[in-house]
């Protein structure tokens, strides 16, 4: 048997030591866990708070926009055009960020551990930048949503938190950007459910045992304040809709097929490419960015003229009117808010997809049910939104859970999780690439390309050769 070392002390077995040994094993007496769980509790009070009032100062903009459009149409033929080209011309420098959806941005900085590449895509002058700037989209008559840029400012303010609080290990920003961006998109839509399977789904792709208590209670938060500021209301109102087994499930098979082709053609339209149609469309801008959007807002405009409500903003009081079986609306409103969807990414402005998609969804839904005279029209009007958002998306799961919450209805959560896993196949078949995915591994491929451009340029240190090193000798 071995001695004991003289040197060696024995443990302290003392009360003090076993809760210091406790609370190494365990996180709830962390003081490092619990400043972590604070700076996220307070930053998803601000999520919620940035989120109510971008919500409250989008629709008060817009509606600065449809008074003067209602009061004479053609003040749109030089507002939406101006307004359009002003954005592309802010954001061809330190405002790029901001432009598109933001989700994207989110994603990339989630995947890629680069301080700088995170600060570029999520600083806090990014984040005020995309909430100004949407705004002025939308008082141009942008057709976007804010729910993506609620997304970037969400995981913006949490990370720009996190830093500041001296969370700067990778690992733990992924988390602060994580929480925010869930956080963002249940504030944005008063949808809780919907933040956290996005977080899920979309921005990280598995669930974090760690983390789960974490985001949950983050994205609770932010809801709670949403709730508090607005009441308890689903965004589009509540409907008491059905869809009874039989001849009427049909329409499941209709709107997933018809309207996951087009979320996947939409999808595909917008992601950049190097060649083909998108290849000059990508060069077209490249070449004139500011010019190439102004014609992007004057198509939007031209378009516009072809229906009675317009196709500016994010669609959603003609989707809520679909859904109610009152719209004025033309029958071609769904195509037409399409076209006006892709004209307004294209131009490379800041603004989101999702409540525009749920428009074209709702406008193709209400072609679809003019087929089947059997079925109530709001049920095969939700399934549709649902479809086109999950086409477009790729996110099956999240456009589920967003059409049930934004509807108050349980009824349909069958028919919405068939017919959003049926669109996400058939959109496979156009793109197959979801868009969000796509345009953040974009991100990172211009990063890395950067990057090795950057260290290529670098000149290396020149090594001294040993027969230089001292002065050679004269031969004598």
């Given at each position: 048997m071995n001695e004991q070392d003289p040197h060696d002390e024995p443990p302290v077995r003392t009360p003090q030591g076993r809760l210091q040994r406790l609370a190494a094993s365990?996180?709830?007496?962390?003081?490092?866990?619990?400043?972590?769980?604070?700076?996220?509790?307070?930053?998803?009070?601000?999520?919620?708070?940035?989120?109510?009032?971008?919500?409250?100062?989008?629709?008060?903009v817009f509606g600065l926009f449809q008074k003067v459009v209602t009061h004479n149409r053609f003040w749109a033929f030089l507002i939406t055009p101006a307004t359009f080209a002003v954005l592309a011309w802010l954001t061809a420098g330190a405002l790029k960020p901001t432009r598109g959806s933001g989700i994207p941005q989110a994603m990339a900085a989630l995947k890629v551990e680069d301080e700088g590449f995170r600060s570029n895509l999520l600083s806090l002058r990014v984040a005020i930048g995309k909430m100004a700037l949407t705004l002025a989209a939308l008082l141009g008559g942008a057709s976007v949503g804010r729910e993506g840029p609620t997304v970037h400012v969400g995981a913006g303010l949490l990370y720009s938190l996190g830093r500041r609080f001296g969370f700067a290990e990778p690992a733990a920003v992924g988390r602060f950007i994580l929480a925010g961006s869930a956080a963002g998109l249940a504030a944005a839509f008063n949808t809780p459910l919907a933040g956290v399977v996005f977080a899920?789904?979309?921005?990280?792709?598995?669930?974090?045992?760690?983390?789960s208590g974490t985001l949950l209670t983050a994205v609770i938060i932010a809801g709670v304040v949403s709730l508090g500021i607005l009441g308890n209301y689903a965004y589009f109102g509540r409907f008491d809709i059905n869809l009874p087994l039989g001849e009427a499930w049909l329409a499941v098979l209709a709107t997933g097929i018809v309207c996951g082709l087009a979320g996947g053609l939409f999808a595909r339209l917008i992601l950049p490419s190097d060649t083909g149609f998108r290849g000059a469309v990508g060069r077209l801008r490249a070449r004139q960015p500011v010019v190439f959007a102004a014609a992007c807002g004057l198509a939007l405009v031209l378009l516009s003229q072809l229906t009675h409500t317009g196709l500016y903003g994010t669609g959603y009081a003609q989707a809520k009117a679909l859904l109610e079986g009152h719209s004025d609306t033309v029958a071609g409103f769904g195509a037409l808010k399409f076209l006006g969807n892709i004209a307004s990414y294209w131009a490379g402005i800041p603004g989101g997809i999702f409540s525009p998609a749920l428009a074209v969804g709702a406008g193709l839904g209400n072609n679809i049910a003019a087929w089947m005279p059997g079925v109530d029209p709001a049920s095969v009007i939700l399934l549709a939104m649902a479809a086109y958002l999950s086409g477009v998306t790729q996110a099956p799961l999240t456009a589920t859970v967003i059409s049930m919450e934004l509807t108050a209805n349980q009824q349909m959560a069958l028919p919405i999780m068939a017919t959003c896993l049926l669109a996400r196949a058939t959109s496979t078949l156009v793109c197959r690439k979801p868009v969000y995915k796509a345009l953040a591994d974009k991100l990172i491929h211009d990063f890395e390309q950067r990057k090795a451009a950057e260290a290529a340029a670098t000149p290396a240190d020149t090594a001294v050769d040993d027969t230089q090193a001292e002065p050679t000798k004269p031969t004598p």
């Amino acid at each position: 048997m071995n001695e004991q070392d003289p040197h060696d002390e024995p443990p302290v077995r003392t009360p003090q030591g076993r809760l210091q040994r406790l609370a190494a094993s365990n996180d709830l007496f962390s003081p490092v866990q619990w400043r972590r769980r604070i700076l996220f509790w307070s930053g998803a009070v601000l999520v919620g708070l940035a989120a109510v009032g971008f919500a409250q100062a989008a629709d008060y903009v817009f509606g600065l926009f449809q008074k003067v459009v209602t009061h004479n149409r053609f003040w749109a033929f030089l507002i939406t055009p101006a307004t359009f080209a002003v954005l592309a011309w802010l954001t061809a420098g330190a405002l790029k960020p901001t432009r598109g959806s933001g989700i994207p941005q989110a994603m990339a900085a989630l995947k890629v551990e680069d301080e700088g590449f995170r600060s570029n895509l999520l600083s806090l002058r990014v984040a005020i930048g995309k909430m100004a700037l949407t705004l002025a989209a939308l008082l141009g008559g942008a057709s976007v949503g804010r729910e993506g840029p609620t997304v970037h400012v969400g995981a913006g303010l949490l990370y720009s938190l996190g830093r500041r609080f001296g969370f700067a290990e990778p690992a733990a920003v992924g988390r602060f950007i994580l929480a925010g961006s869930a956080a963002g998109l249940a504030a944005a839509f008063n949808t809780p459910l919907a933040g956290v399977v996005f977080a899920i789904e979309e921005m990280s792709g598995a669930f974090e045992h760690r983390m789960s208590g974490t985001l949950l209670t983050a994205v609770i938060i932010a809801g709670v304040v949403s709730l508090g500021i607005l009441g308890n209301y689903a965004y589009f109102g509540r409907f008491d809709i059905n869809l009874p087994l039989g001849e009427a499930w049909l329409a499941v098979l209709a709107t997933g097929i018809v309207c996951g082709l087009a979320g996947g053609l939409f999808a595909r339209l917008i992601l950049p490419s190097d060649t083909g149609f998108r290849g000059a469309v990508g060069r077209l801008r490249a070449r004139q960015p500011v010019v190439f959007a102004a014609a992007c807002g004057l198509a939007l405009v031209l378009l516009s003229q072809l229906t009675h409500t317009g196709l500016y903003g994010t669609g959603y009081a003609q989707a809520k009117a679909l859904l109610e079986g009152h719209s004025d609306t033309v029958a071609g409103f769904g195509a037409l808010k399409f076209l006006g969807n892709i004209a307004s990414y294209w131009a490379g402005i800041p603004g989101g997809i999702f409540s525009p998609a749920l428009a074209v969804g709702a406008g193709l839904g209400n072609n679809i049910a003019a087929w089947m005279p059997g079925v109530d029209p709001a049920s095969v009007i939700l399934l549709a939104m649902a479809a086109y958002l999950s086409g477009v998306t790729q996110a099956p799961l999240t456009a589920t859970v967003i059409s049930m919450e934004l509807t108050a209805n349980q009824q349909m959560a069958l028919p919405i999780m068939a017919t959003c896993l049926l669109a996400r196949a058939t959109s496979t078949l156009v793109c197959r690439k979801p868009v969000y995915k796509a345009l953040a591994d974009k991100l990172i491929h211009d990063f890395e390309q950067r990057k090795a451009a950057e260290a290529a340029a670098t000149p290396a240190d020149t090594a001294v050769d040993d027969t230089q090193a001292e002065p050679t000798k004269p031969t004598p």
